[in-house]
């Protein structure tokens, strides 16, 4: 927030499931016509809504078995969260974006598989350490895409930014590893590729190439 109590960005995630399925998707596009557009209208007239993509789930739980593979959950929950955004601009003229987080994790699965399956908890949903530094990579890269001095990558990646983690793992669960650097810088790097088709300089090995 602003030091005049304006508002600079507004995060929006939906339940997973609920962008992949027209009836689901329907409800939350009424409750944005009818509540939190009218309000993000109303509000300082620079706020940008930026929606949380999430991820597909790393297997088919939570009754998602209808949403049928990694990649065509993914390419429900894309196609949902680019109408929420679309619905906010045209409608409210609110300035409105998605961060690619469940497209970056599905060019994990597509090309990393093995570091794909360290995004995701025990419970095959909620993120790991992993996911939870892929997602912010991710909202790094869509806050910084339209600098006007230039696009910022993510920074180097250090196991204290998880010092002072609000939460990490639920009491009596096994305690997850961090990512490596190598493993952090590769999410890093993905992150980066799917927000601005791009990558940059790295001494990392396991860098995604252009795709």
Avoid at 81 to 110: C, D, H, I, K, M
Wanted: aromatic letters at 12%.
């Amino acid at each position: 927030a602003r030091e005049d109590k304006t508002w600079d960005y507004c995060i929006i995630n939906d339940f997973t499931q609920g962008p992949t399925r027209e009836e689901s998707r329907n409800v939350s596009i009424a409750i944005l016509r009818e509540h939190y557009g009218p309000l993000l209208a109303s509000s300082n007239k620079n706020i940008k809504v930026i929606f949380f993509q999430t991820p597909a789930y790393r297997k088919p739980v939570k009754d998602s078995e209808d949403l049928g593979s990694v990649a065509d959950f993914s390419e429900r929950l894309m196609e949902g969260y680019q109408a929420y955004s679309n619905l906010l601009r045209a409608e409210f003229e609110v300035e409105s974006t998605v961060a690619p987080v469940g497209q970056a994790s599905l060019w994990l699965y597509e090309n990393n598989r093995k570091l794909w399956e360290k995004l995701f908890f025990e419970d095959d949903f909620h993120p790991s350490p992993h996911g939870t530094w892929l997602s912010a990579c991710v909202f790094w890269c869509t806050i910084h895409a339209e600098d006007g001095d230039g696009r910022k990558p993510p920074p180097q990646y250090q196991q204290a930014f998880f010092d002072r983690a609000r939460y990490t793992m639920p009491d009596h669960s096994p305690t997850l590893p961090l990512p490596t650097e190598d493993e952090a810088e590769a999410l890093r790097q993905c992150a980066i590729l799917v927000c601005w088709g791009e990558t940059q300089e790295s001494s990392c090995d396991n860098k995604p190439s252009k795709l």
